[in-house]
């Protein structure tokens, strides 16, 4: 089929939605009481939440797409990691519920407020993937840290969300970005 004029070429439509308005606050109603999360915190799990979000995005992008040497254990592992960031982005959105904050993980905010980098589109590498995938545990580890000492001062109980968060992703990071090491020479 060869495209036609009003088709060759032609980038899809962005679409029309409003703009982000990220995480918002709620007012307390009926019986509800108790520790209310300040704007500031409400901010910062949001942004550890569309981190979360986008990486376990990107990890079953890379889960369909990956191919090459060690394709089912990288598979399998992807698994882990894209598991790992739906539960734990479900735990912060719950959290901020509990603190009367509005969690906002629509498509839209999420790809407008990500620290990740876009992941690529196509089969990639297993090689490759294992690289792009400890970025993108790294970035939302370094969010996790950018936030976690804000989080503590205000709410430690988050902060001990943020605790196994960074515990779990540092693993992981360590574990896959080992497939592509080799051990270092010179031992003395």
Excluded: Y
């Amino acid at each position: 089929m060869t495209p036609t004029k009003s088709t060759a070429g032609a980038q899809p439509a962005k679409n029309k939605r409003k703009p982000a308005r990220g995480a918002q606050l709620t007012q307390e109603q009926n019986a509800e009481s108790g520790f209310s999360a300040s704007q500031t915190l409400s901010d910062n799990l949001q942004r550890v939440l569309v981190d979360l979000i986008e990486l376990a995005s990107q990890g079953k992008q890379a889960h369909w797409n990956v191919v090459g040497t060690n394709f089912r254990d990288t598979h399998l592992q992807l698994d882990e990691v894209i598991e790992a960031a739906r539960e734990f982005s479900d735990t912060i959105a719950e959290r901020m519920r509990a603190l009367h904050a509005l969690p906002d993980g629509r498509s839209d905010t999420v790809a407008e407020t990500t620290t990740l980098p876009e992941f690529p589109s196509g089969e990639v590498s297993t090689i490759e993937v294992i690289d792009l995938i400890t970025v993108r545990l790294e970035e939302t580890v370094a969010t996790c840290r950018d936030v976690h000492d804000a989080v503590d001062d205000e709410d430690p109980t988050s902060a001990d969300i943020l605790h196994e968060i960074l515990e779990k992703l540092e693993q992981f990071a360590w574990m896959i970005s080992a497939e592509n090491r080799v051990p270092a020479t010179g031992r003395g």
